[in-house]
Structures are given as C-alpha cells and as structure tokens.
C-alpha cells in the first residue's frame, strides 16, 4: 500500500519536466523532495495528486492506477497543501477548513466534522484567526489555514482504522511563507502524522537541516530527474548538493546537536 | 457569544450588516452546527416573506388600482379558503393579467439569480452573469433571427411551427452560443475558466452585433416585436412558453444542488480536484445547464440585465458566501427583485408600461457600479 510514481515522463511542448522518474511513498515515512528551482518538484507532485497525467509511465496509488480511480476516492486517502490559493469571495476561516470535509460528506456527520476542524484550526495555530475572513490574511496565515484543511481532510473518519488503504500528505513548499516557529510547527505536524497515523508524507522543501531534522528519506531531482534518491543521511552530503545545486556547500559539526549543519558559503570550501 | 464582522470599517452596509448579526446573536441562532442550519433557515424564510408581499403588493398596482384586501380575498379564494371571490372586475384583472405575469416573474427572477450565482462561482469572479459570457445576448439573436427571417429559413414550415418558432431558435442560441465557448475554451482537455469568461465577452460582442444586423433588416412591423427581446418583457407568449417554464423550473432544481462543489470550486480548479470533485464534469454539467435555463428565460421574457449579478451579491451580503446557502436566497432574491421590477415597470408611466429589462438596467446599473468601486477600495487597502 504505497503512492508510487514508476517510469514517469511529463512533457510540455516537446520539453520534458519529468523523465523516467520513480519514486515510492511508503506509509510512515517522511520523504523530501529537494533540488534547485525548475527541477520538476511541483509537477512530481501534481502527477502524483492526480493533478497533471503522466505522458509516459504510471502513477499508483495503494495499488492502483490513479488514472482509473474517481477523484472522490483519491480524495478519501490523500491530501494535498497547495502552494498558494486564493479565493475570490470574502470566506470564514473556520468554513475554508470544513471544505476539508467535502470528500466525507456522504459518510460523515455534522458533529465530527465540527471536531476535527477544531482540533485542526488548534493544531495549525489559527484559532484566534478562525472567525475572519480568508482573503484578508497573510501569506503566512492562508498557509497555515490550508494545513488546517489538509488536516482534516487526511483524518478521514476517525474510527475507520480498519480501512485497508493508507493515507498520503502532499505538502508543496509548506514553510514557504512561514515565520521560523510556524515552519518548525508545521514540520513536527508532518512528523507526527507519519509516526501515529502510518501517513506516508513527501513534503518539497528547501532547507537542507530541515530536511536533514524531519526527513527519513530523500529525492533529489535536477533538470526532471532524479539525482540521487535515498535514506537521509546518505543523500544530505556535501559533495552532492553542491553539485546538484552548483553552489558551495558545507557540513560544519553542531557543538550541541549529533548531527552535522549543512550551510552554504560562497567562501572557498577549502583553502 | 461574540458578534463576528467579516470586515473591518464603517459604512452604512456594514452598520446593516452589524444589525443583522446583532439581532440573529439575539436570538442564538448564529455559530455553527445546528446553529447554522437555524440561520439558513431563517435566511431563507425571511427572504420568502419578502417575496410574498412583493407578490401581494404588485398583484394590487398597476392601470387598475385593487386593495391590499382585495387581492388577498381573492388568494385565498383560489386556494379554497373563502368563501365566494371578489367583484369581477378585479378577479378577472387578477386572474388573465396579474397572476401569469408574477408567476413568470418568479420563475425566471429565480432562474436567472441560480444561474448568476452558478456563473460566478464557476469563473471564481465576482462579476460574471449569464449576460457577461454572452448566453443571453445569443438567445436573443437567435429569436430575432427567427423574427425577421423566420419565413426564408424555415419557408413553408414557418406557420406551422406557429408560436413555438421564436422560442426554440432562442434556445438554440443560447446552446450554440455555450458550444462554441466550450470548445473554443478547451486546451489540453482543460478549460480555464478566465479565457473562458473572455471568450464569452467576445461572443457577447458577436451575438449584439448580430442582434444589430436582423434590427436593421427588419421591417417597421417586425421592429415592434424586436424590441420586446432586447428590453425584455414579462407579458409572455401563452402557452408556447410552457416547456421554457419547464425547462426552467428542472433545471434551477438541479442547479440548487450544487452547492458544496461550488464551494470546492472557489479555493481553485485543483484544489477541488484534490477534495475529490470532478472538475471537469461538474463545468460540463454546470455550464450547459445554466444556458439551458438562461436560453429558455430568454425565450419567455427577452434580455433582462442585472438580475443575474444583483441578487448573489445582496445575498452574499447577508448570508455570506457559502453557496449552500446563497444558490436557494439568490433564487427568492431573484424573484422578489424581477417581481418588485415589474410592479415599477407597470406603474411608473401609467397607462403604458416600461419594459422590464430597462428598469432592471436603470437600477443595476449603478448597483454594478458601486459594487465596482467597493472592489477598487478593498484592493487599495
């Protein structure tokens, strides 16, 4: 019960975006998607959402061909945290997140609907925003108004734990925006989900000790291919991300942490 | 409990506003769960309240002043509930005049509220309308080609389709007119809904500059039915209008039940996918719809502007936004405000009567406007 790309290839005009590229998302686990602006992170992740169709390979989710299922029950099992989204008409915060609700609406009721969102709207730290309207926020703010939504969507019915399928969060560029403590919140959100709930995360990010601090897993892409694709430590190497990123790149020892920090430095690695 | 503004600053509106949440705080049927079902509800029955007086009320005006009284004797007559009905004169005014006419009213006021609710959610832009994308102004080329050159395109045929003739070329109108933009708007087996709204505003363009070209063909004789399409009227066509009522009535139906996809469809194209609604079917089936039942409002009553646009704002500055709520109001708001039109129409230049269309373009007008600057004075702040 996985969300796997194999072999997919994604063109525009003859260009290709993605090429051959397979990755697996295994229940429980963080993986990252890293790589520098153009690498094809978004569009990996809208194929795997079932947003764009793959023009060569196959996208599965628990097992299935996405292509072949109906967006409602995608839906029930996978979440999507956009980059950005905006709303033309004035929206309650708190009624933005209910949207979350939509796939369970048949199945649901009124009153774990109205738990959930609670707990979400606590869990993102937007309570005292709950109550405004949407369009008048911050970047920041509608970010984390749509983790809230996610949330809710991914909890799915709460005693459905016999539910054979496993649930998937996609997070496009979720700290984009955020202020340093959000961004860290956020990411223990990611991290907890995956460890109590069994949900496979993959979250693009662009913060190397983020990926390192959160991360189980790591794909690196450049130019829609995929670089290097494995266990954290592993992959965050010097070498490699200067390469990738064709930018200097070093690991200096954190006098209080076990882990290495990468930094970046225009200085010459060595002199 | 805590009184929730949506937005900050003064202003008569929101001083109304402030009033109406005030009092439904009053009565602790604001907040959520059962609370807003309440709210809905009495949304709802209060906007049914208006269009019953609106009803009651434009039954009376008109060339023959009848009371207040009157007109509900004779109401509850018609449904059984008296005992003996009002002179004849009055019965007779009511009954062949008034009623069909109210009736009309209502249904296309509601039609054309849905579909300007629909419009705007479907293109996320507050100021679309069935008349923006050019499904009205196509209905009403379509007719007044039927009008003008009915007799050389159908020949012989033309007198035994007899009354039907205009309306139905109305109707295809509208279709083809959706059709093209369809298609025009498909990419990639997408549509995207800003060229679409675009590509309407140019076969909007097309259909009036049509419309202009029958006008000038026509004769002095045909020039006086013309009129009726461009300026709209509710006086009707009798029983050729009975399947565009129809037509109107089931798909306002089916219309009304698409509140939460509409709702999923304002966070974007995407997003709604990811909340599991087939986005592209839910625009098929929104879009022919809605020039399903625009061609067929068309088809009775002519271009009737402002409705469309008017009644989902007023609504949404109560109720907010949630289209659960906003699709049934807009429809009621439709209604009272087509029924309240044609009260006006019939009375202001007694004996003759101004087409409805004019004096829903005299009061939309400055309404669009003002709605205009509000959007300019938001984007500022």
Redesign the interface.
């Known amino acids: 019960m996985t969300l796997c790309a194999q072999n997919v290839r994604f063109e525009v005009r003859g260009r290709a975006l993605l090429d051959d590229v397979s990755i697996t998302l295994h229940p429980g686990e963080v993986l990252a998607v890293l790589g520098p602006n153009g690498a094809g992170k978004s569009t990996l992740l ?1 194929v795997l ?3 764009l169709a793959p023009a060569g390979g196959r996208v599965t989710q628990n097992g299935v061909d996405i292509g072949h299922v ?7 099992n ?3 945290m ?1 980059q950005a ?8 915060v ?3 997140v209910m ?2 609700r ?2 369970f ?1 048949k199945i649901s009721s ?2 774990i609907d ?1 738990d959930l969102v609670e707990k979400a709207i606590l869990l993102a730290d937007i309570g005292h925003l709950a ?1 405004h ?1 949407y369009p ?1 926020l911050s970047g920041g703010e509608k970010q984390r108004v749509h983790l809230a939504r996610a949330l809710v ?1 991914l909890w799915g019915m709460p005693n459905n734990t016999t539910s054979q399928s496993a649930r998937f969060l996609l997070l496009d560029e979720p700290t984009a925006g955020l202020d340093i403590g959000h961004q860290q919140g956020l990411l223990a959100i990611a991290r907890r989900e995956a460890e109590d709930h069994k949900t496979g995360v993959l979250m693009i990010l662009h913060d190397f000790n983020q990926v390192s601090g959160y991360a189980d897993r790591v794909v690196v892409l450049r130019q829609g291919k995929v670089v290097a694709q494995g266990p954290t430590d592993q992959v965050m190497r010097p070498d490699l991300l200067s390469d990738v990123f064709e930018s200097p790149i070093r690991a200096i020892a954190d006098p209080d942490g076990a882990r290495d920090i990468l930094v970046s430095s225009n200085a010459p690695v060595s002199r | 409990m ?1 009184l ?1 503004i ?2 900050p600053g003064g202003g008569p509106l929101n001083w109304a506003r402030e009033q109406v949440y005030r009092v439904l705080c009053a009565l602790h049927i604001r907040g ?3 609370g807003a079902v309440n709210r809905k509800a009495l949304s709802l029955l209060a906007l049914l309240t208006i269009l019953l007086l609106a009803v009651v009320i434009s039954l009376g005006v008109g060339g023959a002043e009848i009371g207040a009284v009157k007109v509900l004797w004779h109401l509850a007559y018609k449904i059984g509930l008296a005992a003996g009905g009002v002179d004849d004169f009055s019965a007779r005014v009511l009954d062949s005049l008034r009623l069909p006419r109210i009736l009309r009213a209502i249904v296309i006021g509601a039609t054309l509220g849905v579909a300007g609710t629909v419009m705007q959610s479907l293109f ?3 100021i679309a309308d069935p008349g923006i994308i050019g499904v009205s102004a196509s209905a009403a080329c379509g007719a007044v080609a039927m009008i003008v050159c009915g007799h050389i395109i159908l020949g012989s045929h033309y007198v035994a389709f007899g009354p039907y003739g205009v309306p139905v070329a109305a109707f295809l109108g509208a279709g083809l007119a959706t059709f093209v933009i369809r298609v025009l708007s498909r990419q990639d087996g997408h549509t995207d809904a800003a060229i679409m709204l675009l590509i309407g505003v140019a076969i909007n363009a097309i259909a009036i500059a049509g419309v202009g070209i029958f006008t000038y063909l026509a004769d002095d004789a045909q020039l006086r039915s013309l009129t009726f399409w461009q300026m709209g009227a509710l006086s009707g066509n009798g029983p050729a209008d009975v399947p565009a009522l129809v037509v109107m009535a089931a798909g306002v139906a089916y219309l009304l039940t698409l509140g ?1 996809p509409l ?2 469809f ?3 194209e ?2 709604a ?7 592209e079917a839910l625009k098929r089936r929104a879009t022919i719809m809605t020039a399903l039942v625009v061609g067929a409002a068309v088809a009775v009553s002519g271009i009737i502007g402002f409705v469309g646009l008017l009644a989902p704002h007023l609504v ?1 500055l109560v109720c ?3 289209n659960k709520i906003v699709l049934p109001a807009s429809a009621l708001c439709g209604a009272i405000l087509l029924v309240g039109a044609d009260a006006v129409a019939r009375v202001i230049v007694l004996p003759a009567e101004l087409p409805i269309g004019l004096v829903t373009g005299i009061l939309g007008g400055p309404f669009f406007l003002g709605l205009l600057m509000r959007e300019k004075k938001r984007r500022r702040i």
Do not use: C, S, W
């Open positions: 809208k959402a079932g947003e109906p967006a409602l029950v995608l839906a029930q996978r979440a999507v956009p989204a905006a709303m033309a008409f004035p929206f309650i708190r009624d933005v949207l979350g939509a796939p609406r009124r009153h109205r109550d309207a008048a969507q | 805590t929730r949506r937005q959520h769960g059962q996320r832009n507050p939460t709702n999923l304002l966070l974007g995407a997003e996918r990811h909340l599991g609604l087939e986005v949404r907010g936004p949630d």
